[in-house]
């Protein structure tokens, strides 16, 4: 895998009344791999503001870290069969959330690097959704002369 990739990143949010929420995102990236991990990072904008947030994914075996900082900060960790709490800071204020995570799963190929997770999402110790995520990323220069 190349250092310049593009990110592939969508989510499904099953809200309580069973209506599906989904979100997705194609964005240019970094990549890179140390000490058995993956390293993924790229900036986003919010929109009605002008401040980046920076965003660091972080992904080995059964474990994955998403790391916000700038107008978003936040440290959130999906482990398999772990609960992990955390504080969400946005501009609107700050909430703790409970990350629930049933499974991460990876495939590793040539081209192309998936990752999906599906994660229950708790907010101020309420049960807010069930989610999964899916990631994939590729090389820019396979995509370019695609």
């Not at 990110?7 to 194609?26: C, H, M, R, S």
């Given at each position: 895998?190349?250092?310049e990739?593009?990110?592939?990143l969508?989510?499904?949010?099953?809200?309580?009344?069973?209506?599906?929420?989904?979100?997705?995102?194609?964005?240019?990236?970094?990549?890179?791999?140390?000490n058995g991990?993956h390293?993924?990072?790229?900036?986003?904008?919010?929109?009605?503001?002008?401040?980046?947030?920076?965003?660091?994914?972080?992904?080995?075996?059964?474990?994955?870290?998403v790391t916000?900082k700038?107008?978003i900060?936040?440290?959130?960790?999906?482990?398999?069969?772990?609960?992990?709490?955390?504080?969400?800071?946005?501009?609107?204020?700050?909430?703790?959330?409970?990350?629930?995570?049933?499974?991460?799963?990876?495939?590793e190929?040539?081209?192309c690097?998936?990752?999906?997770?599906?994660?229950?999402?708790?907010?101020?110790?309420q049960?807010?959704?069930?989610?999964?995520?899916?990631?994939?990323?590729?090389?820019?220069?396979?995509?370019?002369?695609?």
């Amino acid at each position: 895998m190349t250092k310049e990739v593009f990110l592939f990143l969508k989510g499904l949010q099953v809200e309580t009344d069973e209506e599906a929420q989904e979100l997705e995102t194609i964005t240019a990236a970094d990549y890179y791999r140390k000490n058995g991990s993956h390293y993924v990072l790229y900036e986003e904008m919010t929109e009605g503001f002008t401040e980046k947030t920076k965003n660091r994914i972080k992904f080995s075996d059964n474990y994955l870290e998403v790391t916000k900082k700038g107008l978003i900060n936040v440290h959130m960790i999906f482990e398999e069969n772990k609960k992990n709490i955390t504080s969400y800071m946005t501009p609107y204020g700050n909430i703790i959330i409970g990350i629930d995570t049933e499974s991460v799963l990876i495939e590793e190929s040539e081209e192309c690097i998936r990752v999906e997770v599906d994660y229950s999402l708790e907010a101020n110790y309420q049960h807010l959704t069930d989610c999964r995520m899916k990631m994939e990323i590729r090389s820019r220069e396979e995509l370019i002369e695609f």
